[in-house]
């Protein structure tokens, strides 16, 4: 029976895909839900635009279609270096490549279909126990969700900025019209920077660059990563560009008291594990069932286990970041045992449990990085 002492029984601050998804999570479980963001949809963030399989299936627990939206799709993922290149499939399904705004709209068209308010261009201007400050008016919830990104102010109104941040990188983002399209999402490593190749629909990719170094200008920028360059010859911009900061960071907690927080708010992993937004939609689904039991520590326990894969692939990922003899010994080692690259494509997207690589598997990578 809902409690009507309060006007909602979850107030979300942010109305990205993390705060959406919160919000829809809640709604399936017959929760009241509000959000209010001070920004109008489709909301646009650079990104790599890429949904792995693993991210596609959570967006479909949620209700989410993106029947009718433009997008694209991709088999799997290709390494691509100077001298040599790998890919590796999916070992079922396929991702999804979508614009970020194309995202936005398809989860705002299923919160509206399920019954959450939407509040665009309402600005929070603070919280005090269940009461949310919107300005003139305030709002009483029984939980209030901090989903409002990295500089989330919802965190440091309840006292929950202590982190550990791992890592702090730049990343430029804008999409291009190609004559063909990549059957793969294609990571081109540079020096100092990679760049992602992800298609979003049948004629148009979204590229980002990334790099721990301030990048400047965009078409400079890629000329430094010649398997790139070569890609997008002739190829015509279809969008303006577009820059975002990629954090690596863990929080002690993502809750104290009624407030809890998702997605970004709540720690966040480099975009090259290509795991953003599925952590999201897991984080608002483990959310949403914390709330029903009413006990919003199985969420922080839940929110650990989430993290832990992600986490394990971003160190073992950057690792190639950080060395340029290191990258090429693991290119090399890919391309000699592409198994190896196939059964870690299959840790990556949860088809298998990271203990179940194997020692064998193991060894005999550390055998072809030595001897590459």
Same mark, same amino acid.
């Given at each position: 029976?809902?409690? @009507?002492?309060?006007?909602?029984?979850?107030?979300?601050?942010?109305?990205? #895909?993390?705060?959406?998804?919160?919000?829809?999570?809640?709604? &399936?479980?017959?929760?009241?839900?509000?959000?209010?963001?001070?920004?109008?949809?489709?909301?646009?963030?650079?990104?790599?635009?890429?949904?792995?399989?693993?991210?596609?299936?959570?967006?479909?627990?949620?209700?989410?279609?993106?029947?009718?939206?433009? @997008?694209?799709?991709?088999?799997?993922?290709?390494?691509?270096? #100077?001298?040599?290149?790998? &890919?590796?499939?999916?070992?079922?399904?396929?991702?999804?490549? $979508?614009?970020?705004?194309?995202?936005?709209?398809?989860?705002?068209?299923?919160?509206? &279909?399920?019954?959450?308010?939407?509040?665009?261009?309402?600005?929070?201007?603070?919280?005090?126990?269940?009461?949310?400050?919107?300005?003139?008016?305030?709002?009483?919830?029984?939980?209030?969700?901090?989903?409002?990104?990295?500089?989330?102010?919802?965190?440091?109104?309840?006292?929950?900025?202590?982190?550990?941040?791992?890592?702090?990188?730049?990343?430029?983002?804008?999409?291009?019209?190609?004559?063909?399209?990549?059957?793969?999402?294609?990571?081109?490593?540079?020096?100092?920077? &990679?760049?992602?190749?992800? #298609?979003?629909?049948?004629?148009?990719?979204?590229?980002?660059?990334?790099?721990?170094?301030?990048?400047?200008?965009?078409?400079?920028?890629?000329?430094?990563?010649?398997?790139?360059?070569?890609?997008?010859?002739?190829?015509?911009?279809?969008?303006?560009?577009?820059?975002?900061?990629?954090?690596?960071?863990?929080?002690?907690?993502?809750?104290?008291?009624?407030?809890?927080?998702?997605?970004?708010?709540?720690?966040?992993?480099?975009?090259?594990?290509?795991?953003?937004?599925?952590?999201?939609?897991? @984080?608002?689904?483990?959310?949403?069932?914390?709330?029903?039991?009413?006990? $919003?520590?199985?969420?922080?326990?839940?929110?650990?286990?989430?993290?832990?894969?992600?986490?394990?692939?971003?160190?073992?990922?950057?690792?190639?970041?950080?060395?340029?003899?290191?990258?090429?010994?693991?290119?090399?080692?890919?391309?000699?045992?592409?198994?190896?690259?196939?059964?870690?494509?299959?840790?990556?997207?949860?088809?298998? #449990?990271?203990?179940?690589?194997?020692?064998?598997?193991?060894?005999?990578?550390?055998?072809?990085?030595?001897?590459?």
């Amino acid at each position: 029976m809902l409690d @009507q002492s309060f006007d909602t029984d979850v107030f979300v601050i942010g109305g990205g #895909p993390a705060g959406i998804a919160a919000a829809i999570a809640a709604r &399936q479980r017959g929760l009241r839900a509000m959000v209010a963001d001070v920004l109008c949809p489709p909301i646009d963030k650079a990104c790599g635009e890429g949904l792995m399989p693993d991210s596609v299936i959570e967006l479909r627990r949620l209700g989410v279609s993106l029947a009718g939206h433009a @997008q694209g799709s991709f088999r799997g993922i290709r390494f691509m270096g #100077p001298q040599s290149s790998v &890919q590796a499939d999916f070992p079922s399904g396929l991702g999804v490549g $979508v614009r970020r705004t194309t995202l936005h709209l398809a989860l705002a068209e299923r919160a509206l &279909q399920c019954g959450v308010e939407l509040l665009w261009q309402t600005r929070v201007d603070g919280i005090s126990g269940n009461w949310v400050n919107l300005g003139v008016r305030k709002i009483r919830s029984r939980w209030i969700v901090g989903a409002d990104g990295h500089n989330s102010l919802v965190r440091s109104w309840a006292g929950l900025n202590r982190a550990r941040e791992f890592e702090r990188r730049i990343a430029l983002r804008r999409h291009f019209k190609l004559p063909k399209m990549p059957t793969h999402v294609e990571i081109h490593w540079g020096d100092d920077r &990679q760049a992602y190749l992800t #298609p979003v629909d049948h004629n148009e990719v979204c590229v980002a660059l990334i790099s721990k170094r301030k990048l400047d200008n965009f078409d400079y920028e890629l000329r430094r990563i010649p398997s790139l360059t070569e890609t997008l010859a002739g190829a015509d911009p279809t969008s303006k560009v577009r820059g975002a900061l990629s954090l690596s960071n863990r929080l002690r907690n993502v809750s104290r008291g009624n407030v809890v927080l998702v997605g970004d708010a709540s720690g966040s992993v480099d975009a090259i594990t290509g795991e953003g937004l599925a952590l999201s939609f897991r @984080q608002a689904l483990a959310l949403a069932e914390a709330f029903t039991a009413d006990d $919003v520590s199985l969420y922080q326990a839940a929110h650990r286990r989430i993290q832990k894969l992600p986490q394990f692939m971003r160190r073992a990922m950057l690792l190639m970041d950080k060395s340029a003899t290191l990258r090429r010994r693991t290119l090399a080692t890919f391309d000699v045992e592409p198994e190896l690259f196939q059964r870690m494509l299959s840790v990556h997207v949860g088809e298998i #449990p990271l203990t179940s690589f194997g020692a064998g598997a193991l060894a005999r990578f550390g055998w072809q990085m030595v001897s590459a």
